[in-house]
């Protein structure tokens, strides 16, 4: 190996280590659940940090047959504000592991990525 020429056996163990956080961060995600609200809590939505729903809860008081617009726009604001809590949880969850193969805290230093 030359001087100033990356250790090839150590980017290979870095990167092998980034692959196994990452693989561990995609599994909590997977499973980390996450609320969201619209109307102060009338709407309710459940969805893990991955994406998928599973619960949505409407309070009874909101539904006037006569006015179907105001729940369906309080259910799209309680899954939109669910699917923010989700991609925040994801940011915290993957951010360490954006830096990728970059110079950034985690990565491998490498030229370019």
Do not use: C, H, W, Y
Not at 1 to 22: S, T, Y
């Amino acid at each position: 190996m030359q001087p100033g020429q990356p250790d090839l056996q150590m980017i290979m163990q870095q990167a092998q280590k980034m692959q196994e956080q990452l693989i561990a961060a995609q599994a909590e995600l997977a499973s980390a659940e996450v609320t969201g609200q619209a109307g102060n809590g009338l709407v309710q939505v459940t969805m893990t940090a991955a994406g998928e729903v599973l619960a949505v809860r409407i309070d009874p008081q909101v539904v006037d047959p006569d006015d179907v617009d105001t729940l369906q726009d309080l259910v799209v604001g309680a899954l939109q504000d669910a699917a923010r809590a989700a991609q925040q949880l994801q940011a915290e969850k993957m951010g360490p592991l954006a830096g990728g193969l970059g110079g950034e805290a985690g990565g491998l230093g490498l030229p370019g990525f």
